[in-house]
């Protein structure tokens, strides 16, 4: 899996992990990801790899080919093909931790859809959740937070993955914003791209992200950038970033209302010409 999809959340933990801040649970939103077993797998890598070899995993040290494998003894996946998580698969997971890591790292379990623990399997876990063990560390998966135990909900720290959609479009706007600042014949193919978006509603969410990241460029924020992103946050001024930022806000205001689409997308593209030129 690249490092870059989920880059946001991947950073957060790399933080973590160097700080030594490693939550003792993560409850964590998929918004309907679909790699979300690769996205498991480097995961679980970043926690356990000796190595340290964050943006790509070793691959090569023996905790790294085991858990690719799945043979790392400390590492216990629970699932269930029924409507709950039942109390039984719990109490064996915890009976198997009660035992130190067999390589004197972390022990993990991940439960892959948190809202199927219900109050007899919620109430087993949540004294593991409340009084964790020393390098015990649950992941918790769920489509919508909002499904699971509350009390389950409030001894976790909480994070949301982008959806598919959500990585399609950042990488339509990585294109577009490319585009853009090339000198050549870069705002032909902005204007073209632009252009053909079909509606309003499409052109908001793309506009949105632009937005975004031109703010994360001003901010310098470049952890969440795509590398080809950050390039430009030294060869373009801050001046010009809020300009565009202006711009974009001014035309997300004008499609609020009932307006000429077309028109609209026009009006904008001369603006952003008249900065860029």
């Not at 198997?96 to 919620?122: E, P, T, V």
């Amino acid at each position: 899996m690249d490092f870059n999809i989920q880059k946001e959340f991947f950073n957060f933990l790399n933080k973590e992990i160097k700080t030594n801040r490693v939550s003792h649970a993560y409850l964590i939103e998929t918004n309907n990801f679909s790699d979300i077993d690769n996205f498991l797998n480097v995961l679980v890598k970043m926690l356990l790899c000796p190595n340290k070899n964050i943006e790509n995993n070793c691959n090569k040290c023996n905790i790294c080919n085991l858990v690719d494998s799945n043979n790392y003894p400390d590492l216990k996946i629970i699932d269930t093909d029924t409507n709950f998580i039942k109390k039984e698969q719990l109490l064996e997971v915890m009976d198997n931790f009660k035992n130190k890591s067999l390589y004197g790292i972390r022990q993990i379990y991940i439960i892959k859809d948190a809202s199927k623990l219900n109050s007899s399997s919620g109430n087993t876990i949540l004294k593991f959740l409340e009084e964790p063990s020393p390098n015990i560390i649950a992941i918790l998966l769920c489509k919508n937070r909002y499904n699971v135990l509350e009390t389950i909900i409030s001894r976790c720290q909480i994070f949301s993955l982008k959806s598919d959609s959500d990585l399609i479009y950042e990488d339509k706007v990585n294109t577009l914003i490319l585009a853009l600042f090339d000198k050549n014949k870069g705002f032909l193919v902005f204007n073209e791209i632009l252009s053909i978006i079909p509606d309003k509603k499409e052109a908001v969410k793309y506009l949105r992200i632009i937005e975004e990241y031109f703010f994360n460029i001003i901010n310098k924020k470049e952890n969440i950038l795509k590398e080809d992103i950050v390039k430009f946050i030294t060869s373009i001024s801050d001046d010009i970033i809020y300009k565009l930022i202006l711009i974009i806000e001014k035309y997300l205001n004008i499609m609020n209302f009932n307006v000429n689409y077309k028109l609209t997308i026009d009006n904008l593209l001369i603006e952003i010409e008249g900065v860029i030129a």
